[in-house]
Nanobody
């Protein structure tokens, strides 16, 4: 059974940083494309960042230069370092593990709130 457990969310002020982590179990982590998505109330779930098996990365335009995704295959964990946070970054952040269209998994989500 695949499990993705996110941690690191919280309440911060604009300009501050947070680091999210997603620990995976039950699947061969190094073969998966790992991603972070976010969803605000009334909006769709959107891609924030993705890291492939070769460590190549993709970012949403809104977070380029501020967020960094990384993975540690030895720890089965993917990270999202978020710097210079803005109020519009407020959302529930979800970890995604992708093998194919018919085989992908989601974490339970972690709340990130950026407010003064």
């Amino acid at each position: 059974q695949v499990q993705l457990v996110e941690s690191g969310g919280g309440l911060v002020q604009p300009g501050e940083s947070l680091r999210l982590a997603c620990a995976a179990s039950g699947a061969i982590f190094r073969f998966a494309v790992m991603g972070w998505y976010r969803q605000s109330p009334g909006k769709e779930r959107d891609l924030v960042a993705r890291i492939a098996t070769d460590a190549s990365t993709t970012y949403a335009d809104s977070v380029k230069g501020r967020f960094t995704i990384s993975r540690d295959n030895g720890k089965n964990t993917v990270y999202l370092q978020m710097n210079s946070l803005k109020p519009e970054d407020t959302a529930v952040y979800y970890c995604n593990m992708f093998f194919s269209r018919s085989r992908e998994y989601w974490g339970q989500g972690t709340q990130v709130t950026v407010s003064s």
